[in-house]
């Protein structure tokens, strides 16, 4: 099932392109005015990479060595913090007349779809309906792929590869996910029970980037992309063998189920 799957993956016939939002990069400035920006010229690139219909996203599975090595030196290069993500760092004493400000916002109760079931199609949470960054009740918001390849420089399969890691079979990383990632990466939660504060204050002063953990988030992101995959294209096959052989040990086990259900 799961060669099936990557079959049907990797088959332009069904293949599914990045998702096209009306988000641009001033959303996250706005919510984290320290977002890095890059060249003009580094931005010209990505956009017109984007307005290509082909460009597919296959979660790194096809990276070559070059890709897998460069994935790695901008990881750990470019992303230590979650701010080099666009989310607000949290203050570790904030004031109650700040914590607008500095607390993070809450964690929303609808999550990301996957890419095998319409992520590429759907709108971040701050692109929703009465979705405001004036209003602290709303959730954190979404990093989408293409933000995410702004913020890092890179639109190449090394960065499908870090994306992810922090995704899984997802379109859209959430912070709390990245949070947790980053944790692994740096070390931050190893033999330490504290906050959020604490561990980004011991991962600023962690030095060596673990590899060995990096890469093992990127397997567990992937393995979660093949399976969404994997499950999809099951119920499509099942159900396209009830079409096409509609007396098939499976179909009649479902109509006997139904039968006894209703």
């Known amino acids: 099932m799961i060669l099936i799957s990557l079959l049907f993956l990797l088959s332009p016939s069904f293949a599914f392109v990045v998702p096209t ?27 017109a990479s984007w307005s290509d219909d082909d460009e597919l996203f296959k979660a790194g599975l096809l990276a070559d060595e070059t890709s897998k090595e460069l994935a790695v030196k901008l990881a750990s290069t470019r992303i230590r913090r979650i701010s080099d993500l666009g989310w607000k760092e949290m203050k570790q004493n904030a004031s109650n007349n700040n914590n607008n400000n500095n607390q993070k916002r809450r964690k929303s109760n609808i999550r990301p779809k996957y890419w ?31 933000d995410f390849q702004s913020l890092i420089g890179d639109d190449t399969a090394a960065a499908d590869i870090i994306f992810v890691s922090l995704a899984g079979g997802r379109a859209f990383v959430e912070r709390d996910v990245a949070e947790s990632v980053l944790d692994q990466w740096w070390n931050s939660n190893k033999d330490c029970d504290c906050g959020a504060a604490q561990k980004r204050n011991q991962r600023e002063k962690q030095q060596q980037f673990d590899r060995v953990s990096f890469e093992q988030t990127v397997k567990i992101g992937q393995r979660d992309f093949i399976a969404s995959w994997s499950f999809f294209v099951g119920i499509l096959g099942f159900a396209v063998a009830g079409i096409a052989f509609p007396n098939n040990p499976f179909q009649l086990v479902l109509v006997r189920a139904l039968d006894m259900v209703f």
């Not at 079931?117 to 792929?145: H, M, R, T, V």
């Open 21 to 47: 939002t009306t988000t641009t990069m001033a959303t996250m400035k706005q919510y984290n005015p320290h977002v890095p920006s890059f060249s003009s010229s580094s931005t010209y690139r990505l956009f």
């Open 116 to 146: 095998s079931f319409g992520g590429s199609k759907e709108l971040s949470i701050q692109d929703k309906a009465n979705y405001s960054l004036d209003n602290p009740n709303c959730p954190e918001p979404w990093l989408g792929l293409q």
